[in-house]
């Protein structure tokens, strides 16, 4: 295990930077998925965005000579499944929950992966890091309100979100060091336009009943009529997911996953200031301190290793 790790380069500062700009980037891109959701379905969202992203990402690899060669074949497939369940879980949650609180309810995940990285692959995780963790849970816990009339059991399917992104996680820093982040990316965006164009056909032959569609339009409605204002934001969004999943891989490969992961909870900050932009949503103060907890339990985490210059 020892040598594992020493194999494993610690670039901390750089991992941190990256994944602060790819969170708020792809803060942005789910506030104008949220935005949508009500027009087009989770599956358009899919197709949509990935047509324009893959053409980039395929751009990208060969100016950069990287090539479509996957090193890791198999691990790769698992991790795009994995980050596919993530995000239809997180977008078939915003017509019910608000951004900022679907947020949080997916960004317990960085007490999962600080979790699945000592059991799993053995990175060393420091006292003070776990304590970090430990505020961060509180944090989310004060924005979350579970037992008020506040607390939503919508919350569970982001939830469920976060176990699947921390695995994912894991298994980027484990299993998928050696492929490139404009791999992964690819791979990425190809699982979600075949997952969303099978969707799209499955829905059309079995044709749902009205109620159904009609209780959860985001999941089971029909292809909605899309015109240039959509296809400009699908475009738009395609191309920041397209950065955000090289980011996120990235920060994974060079840094260790506890210390990313309480970065990552800058996602909710982002969160927050979108939420507010597109739809007037406002924090209370219980959600204020929450993400203060969260920002906190982020340098406390992060601080020893920047410390030791990793």
Same mark, same amino acid.
């Given at each position: 295990?020892?040598?594992?790790?020493?194999?494993?380069?610690?670039?901390?500062?750089?991992?941190? %930077?990256?994944?602060?700009?790819?969170?708020?980037?792809?803060?942005?891109?789910?506030?104008?998925?949220? #935005? =949508?959701?009500? @027009?087009?379905? /989770?599956?358009?969202?899919? &197709?949509?965005?990935?047509?324009?992203?893959?053409?980039?990402? &395929? &751009?990208?690899?060969?100016?950069?000579g990287v090539g479509l060669r996957l090193r890791a074949a198999k691990w790769t497939v698992v991790r795009s499944a994995l980050l596919l369940l993530t995000w239809l879980a997180l977008y078939a949650s915003f017509p019910v929950l608000s951004l900022s609180v679907a947020a949080v309810a997916v960004y317990t995940n960085p007490i999962m992966i600080a979790l699945f990285s000592a059991v799993l692959i053995g990175e060393p995780v420091s006292p003070r890091q776990w304590g970090g963790v430990i505020i961060g849970f509180f944090g989310v816990l004060s924005i979350l309100?579970?037992?008020?009339?506040?607390?939503?059991?919508?919350?569970?399917?982001?939830?469920?979100?976060?176990?699947?992104?921390?695995?994912?996680?894991?298994?980027?820093?484990?299993?998928?060091?050696?492929?490139?982040?404009?791999?992964?990316?690819?791979? #990425?965006?190809?699982?979600?336009?075949? /997952?969303?164009?099978?969707?799209?056909?499955?829905?059309?032959?079995?044709? #749902?009943?009205?109620?159904?569609?009609?209780?959860?339009?985001?999941?089971?409605? @029909?292809?909605?009529?899309?015109? /240039?204002?959509?296809?400009?934001?699908?475009? #738009?969004?395609?191309?920041?997911?397209?950065?955000?999943?090289? %980011? =996120?891989?990235?920060?994974?490969?060079?840094?260790?996953?506890?210390?990313?992961?309480?970065?990552?909870?800058?996602?909710?900050?982002?969160?927050?200031?979108?939420?507010?932009?597109?739809?007037?949503?406002?924090? @209370?103060?219980?959600?204020?301190? %929450?993400?203060?907890?969260?920002?906190? *339990?982020?340098?406390?985490? *992060?601080?020893?290793?920047?410390?030791?210059?990793?």
């Open positions: 295990m020892a040598h594992l790790e020493a194999s494993r380069p610690q670039q901390t500062a750089l991992g941190i %930077g990256i994944i602060l700009a790819s969170v708020l980037t792809m803060a942005f891109a789910d506030a104008v998925v949220k #935005l =949508v959701s009500a @027009d087009i379905t /989770v599956w358009q969202v899919f &197709v949509a965005r990935s047509l324009f992203a893959i053409p980039i990402l &395929v &751009v990208l690899l060969l100016a950069t309100k579970p037992g008020t009339d506040a607390f939503s059991w919508f919350t569970l399917l982001p939830l469920l979100g976060a176990g699947f992104y921390a695995f994912a996680m894991v298994l980027t820093r484990s299993k998928c060091q050696e492929e490139a982040p404009l791999t992964l990316a690819l791979a #990425l965006h190809s699982a979600f336009l075949a /997952v969303g164009t099978g969707a799209v056909l499955f829905l059309m032959l079995i044709g #749902l009943d009205a109620d159904a569609v009609a209780a959860y339009p985001f999941l089971f409605g @029909d292809w909605g009529p899309m015109g /240039v204002e959509e296809w400009g934001l699908m475009a #738009l969004i395609g191309a920041l997911s397209a950065a955000y999943f090289m %980011g =996120v891989a990235r920060a994974y490969q060079i840094a260790a996953p506890p210390i990313v992961a309480t970065f990552d909870y800058a996602y909710l900050i982002s969160a927050a200031l979108w939420g507010f932009v597109f739809f007037s949503e406002t924090p @209370d103060r219980l959600t204020v301190c %929450g993400m203060v907890l969260i920002t906190t *339990a982020g340098l406390l985490g *992060a601080t020893p290793a920047i410390e030791r210059g990793d």
